[in-house]
């Protein structure tokens, strides 16, 4: 139990020193069945060329729902120096093995614009406790017809069944994206 504090303590100051997360929190795995997730996460956005009204901190709160073993949903809204963002996504778990896992999600966002979000990640689970995820990222505005995209690095930590807390760095890959820095926690309720 003494541990498990250790590591809640580790993650609250992580929290709050580290920025956090992107447009999607990039895992495999989904929400356990009939499960919440509630997600607070800071973003860090360094040097946006394109869209330079938005570099800096920024807040994401998430909500999520875990529908079944392989699917579930999701509602975002980010705070951000320029115009807010929403979205919403359903996520699904297309295949398990042992300690991997692979999923695929796909939304509709506004943010300046309408637009569609698109991911497929991977997730390997070493150890119970830790999660390394890596993926592709992409982000689609519809009314101009910009395309963003990223390669999601992110390592989790399982506390409990309870508690998440991750790190993320996401690698650009189009001209019109940007490097995003991050860490959020993640609370599951059953």
Known sequence: MR???IF???GVILFFVNEADTQVINFGKTLPTRSFGLTIAPVYNVDNVFHYELEGMSWLVMA???IRYDLDMNIKYGYYNGPDFFSADVQYLFRETRKSYY???GGMHKWK???VDLTVSYTHTPQYWA???FGLDMDIDISVVELRAWIPLNFGINLDDR???YLEYDLPVTERSWDILGGGITFIFR
């Open 3 to 5: 541990v498990k504090r």
């Open 64 to 66: 999520g729902y875990g």
């Open 8 to 10: 809640l303590v580790i």
């Open 113 to 115: 614009e309408y637009g």
């Open 103 to 105: 999923s695929f999600a």
């Open 131 to 133: 999660n390394l995820t």
């Open 163 to 165: 508690y998440f807390i």
